[in-house]
């Protein structure tokens, strides 16, 4: 027998959910950030993919639900400027998926991984995250 026999049960499968729904959790997540902290948000694109994908200098298998990539705020500095690309931050919507089991867990998961990303724009560490309950 191939696969997880017990898949085709709601309880043990994934969570569907279309692309469209979970871009407006995303989308929902982003809105509840502080409109005074968003605005402290500076050069960063937020994007959806399906799967991380590990790169030669990841661990194969390597799961991500979300990913920063750039310079933190707190290390900018003024040769930051001299034409930086924006920081990305992608949110992958399998491996979220794929650990939830409702609609309620996907939107609250979506909400940890986003805040989790935003607060590595900000410098946070993933260990300071971790304490705060964001991890």
């Known amino acids: 027998m191939s696969g997880n026999p017990?898949?085709?049960?709601?309880s043990f499968g994934p969570f569907t959910m279309g692309e469209a729904e979970f871009?407006?959790?995303v989308s929902d997540a982003i809105a509840l950030i502080p409109a005074d902290l968003a605005g402290h948000m500076d050069n960063v694109?937020?994007?959806?993919?399906?799967?991380?994908?590990p790169g030669p200098h990841?661990?194969?298998g390597t799961i991500l639900l979300g990913l920063y990539e750039g310079t933190p705020l707190t290390k900018r500095d003024s040769w930051w400027a001299a034409g930086s690309l924006p920081d990305r931050i992608t949110i992958f919507?399998?491996?979220?998926?794929?650990?939830?089991?409702t609609r309620e867990?996907?939107?609250?998961?979506?909400?940890?991984?986003?805040?989790?990303?935003?607060?590595h724009h900000f410098g946070i560490s993933d260990e300071r995250l971790h304490e705060l309950g964001w991890g």
């Open 93 to 101: 919507r399998r491996p979220i998926l794929s650990i939830c089991r």
């Open 23 to 25: 871009e407006d959790a």
């Open 58 to 60: 990841d661990a194969p």
């Open 6 to 10: 017990l898949a085709s049960i709601p």
């Open 105 to 119: 867990q996907v939107i609250r998961e979506v909400t940890v991984t986003v805040v989790h990303e935003i607060a």
């Open 45 to 53: 694109a937020i994007f959806i993919q399906d799967d991380f994908v």
